[in-house]
T-cell receptor, first 112, second 111 residues
């Protein structure tokens, strides 16, 4: 089946620790995105990438980093500089030219 | 970033009733998308709209791309318990690659 996978479903982070969230898609989509969702708020864009080896900061990039070494993969690292990382993280992808965005199942990050 | 105003924030309705919700923006959008999200899950795309005035249906769901290109509407007819969830709108500007999201409408259907 084609789609977007995110792992793990739940992730626990200790103080001062960096953690990496995985996002993989087999839809052959060019663009990939990372969003953060907090209760009662809309989705906020962290980073996005239109092509391999290129990415742009979104509205809340501070404390996060990404890489795009392969078209299929767009991992997100939550660094220790992110002081309030507890949230639901959603990965999405879009096929350029047919502007329809699809989401993965999400990763919930909790701080111990 | 762009602000999308989505209303109502929440709705409590009886099973069988129709539902209407809308999103408005201060900017002109080229694309409007509507999603449904269940708790702990990723949003699922319901309807995509690409032209001003476009009216598109997906089963009991109907969405419209506003004539001004600054708003969009979603209607659900004859609601059923499985319609419960949070509905989000998203829009994309004519220039740029980002999508902007509304804050969601929480729908509760009372059997």
């Amino acid at each position: 089946d084609g789609g977007i996978t995110q792992s793990p479903k739940y992730l626990f982070r200790k103080e001062g620790q960096n953690v990496t969230l995985s996002c993989e898609q087999n839809l052959n989509h060019d663009a990939m995105y990372w969003y953060r969702q907090d209760p009662g708020q809309g989705l906020r864009l962290i980073y996005y990438s239109q092509i391999v080896n290129d990415f742009q900061k979104g509205d809340i990039a501070e404390g996060y980093s990404v890489s795009r070494e392969k078209k299929e993969s767009f991992p997100l690292t939550v660094t220790s500089a992110q002081k309030n990382p507890t949230a639901f993280y959603l990965c999405a992808s879009t096929r350029t030219g047919v502007e329809t965005q699809y989401f993965g199942p999400g990763t919930r990050l909790l701080v111990l | 970033g762009q602000q999308l105003n989505q209303s109502p924030q929440s709705m409590f309705i009886q099973e069988g009733e129709d539902v209407s919700m809308n999103c408005t923006s201060s900017s002109i959008f080229n694309t409007w998308l509507w999603y449904k999200q269940d708790p702990g899950e990723g949003p699922v795309l319901l309807i995509a709209l690409y032209k001003a005035g476009e009216l598109t249906s997906n089963g009991r769901l109907t969405a419209q791309f506003g004539i001004t290109r600054k708003d969009s509407f979603l209607n659900i007819s004859a609601s059923i318990p499985s319609d419960v969830g949070i509905y989000f709108c998203a829009g994309q500007l004519a220039t740029g690659n980002q999508f902007y999201f509304g804050t969601g409408t929480s729908l509760t259907v009372i059997p």
